[in-house]
Each structure stands twice: as structure tokens, then as C-alpha cells.
């Protein structure tokens, strides 16, 4: 099937299997490595993109479901060289560990921030719970989350 999307703001034309996942099409097709594959069964959310503004996990989305949509990816966040602050209070607060679910992580950061620019400690968690990480705790990504809120007002 013949797809069309925008994808970190350039369009892309392409011919996709009907089973084709998002994650597969983003990472093998476009080669937009930075949104992880983990669990495939949408438990941890390191394949979490935004389509069309709204955080999806990419593992359980098709890829032809997305025609005409727009995808940002954990590579369409920083603009000009410069880190988004999302980006930007995951390195400063040392928000990540081995990085496996830092795009994840920071993408539903991100959308958080679009909705809410002050966030509470709750706020943060809760948008949070569909994201799994294995090495922080999360208090560094809360920090971080913190961190970006701060820089962004």
C-alpha cells in the first residue's frame, strides 16, 4: 500500500506491507533509528512517537494507519543543533541511564509539556506510567521533567 507521511517535518512517499508496524517503518524504512523497539506489546513505551500531536506506541500501530499523519520522532525535537528542553533536562538531570527508554520517555515528556507547561510531581508520574525504565527510579526523569517546565517558561 502506498503511504504518505511527514515525519520530523519532511514528507515521505513510500510502498509499506499492510502489516507493517510503525516502529518497523519509522526505523527500517526511514532509518530513523532513535525510537527503540522493546517489548512489542505496548507495555513500555520506548517506541513512543507523537502522531499527529498525541503520544502513540509505535509497536502497535500500523504503519498504514498513519497515512497522512505527522510524526515526530525523537530525532525531530531538536531544532537548529540545539536540544529541545525536554531533551536538554534529561542530560542536565541525569535522566537517563543506559538510554534504552530515553526517546520514550522524553517524547511523552514532550507532549506533557505541549498540555501542561507547570506540572506537578503527579502530573509528571502519571503521564509517565505508560513508559518503563529499568535503571533511574525515576526521580531523575521527574527532575527532568521538572527541569524542562522551568526552561520552557
Same mark, same amino acid.
Given at each position: 500500500?502506498?503511504?504518505?507521511?511527514?515525519?520530523?517535518?519532511?514528507?515521505?512517499?513510500?510502498?509499506?506491507?499492510?502489516?507493517?508496524?510503525?516502529?518497523?517503518? %519509522?526505523?527500517? /524504512?526511514?532509518? &530513523?533509528?532513535? @525510537?527503540?523497539? $522493546?517489548?512489542?506489546?505496548?507495555?513500555?513505551?520506548? =517506541?513512543?512517537?507523537?502522531?499527529?500531536?498525541?503520544?502513540?506506541?509505535?509497536?502497535?500501530?500500523?504503519?498504514?494507519?498513519?497515512?497522512?499523519?505527522?510524526?515526530?520522532?525523537?530525532?525531530? %525535537?531538536?531544532? /537548529?543543533?540545539? &536540544?529541545?528542553? @525536554?531533551?536538554? $533536562?534529561?542530560?542536565?538531570?541525569?535522566?537517563?541511564? =543506559?538510554?534504552?527508554?530515553?526517546?520514550?520517555?522524553?517524547?511523552?515528556?514532550?507532549?506533557?509539556?505541549?498540555?501542561?507547561?507547570?506540572?506537578?510531581?503527579?502530573?509528571?508520574?502519571?503521564? %509517565?506510567?505508560?513508559?518503563?525504565?529499568?535503571?533511574?527510579?525515576?526521580?531523575?526523569?521527574?527532575?527532568?521533567?521538572?527541569?524542562?517546565?522551568?526552561?520552557?517558561?
Amino acid at each position: 500500500m502506498k503511504i504518505t507521511t511527514v515525519v520530523n517535518g519532511q514528507t515521505y512517499e513510500r510502498d509499506v506491507e499492510p502489516r507493517l508496524l510503525l516502529v518497523q517503518y %519509522l526505523r527500517e /524504512d526511514l532509518r &530513523l533509528t532513535g @525510537t527503540h523497539i $522493546g517489548c512489542e506489546t505496548s507495555l513500555c513505551g520506548a =517506541c513512543t512517537v507523537l502522531v499527529n500531536g498525541k503520544s502513540v506506541k509505535s509497536c502497535t500501530m500500523l504503519a498504514v494507519q498513519a497515512d497522512g499523519a505527522e510524526i515526530t520522532t525523537i530525532e525531530g %525535537l531538536a531544532k /537548529d543543533g540545539e &536540544l529541545d528542553p @525536554t531533551q536538554e $533536562g534529561f542530560w542536565e538531570e541525569h535522566g537517563l541511564q =543506559c538510554g534504552f527508554c530515553t526517546p520514550g520517555m522524553i517524547i511523552s515528556s514532550y507532549q506533557l509539556l505541549q498540555r501542561n507547561s507547570s506540572p506537578s510531581e503527579a502530573d509528571i508520574r502519571h503521564a %509517565l506510567e505508560g513508559n518503563l525504565c529499568r535503571c533511574t527510579g525515576y526521580q531523575h526523569i521527574v527532575n527532568a521533567v521538572q527541569y524542562a517546565a522551568q526552561k520552557m517558561q
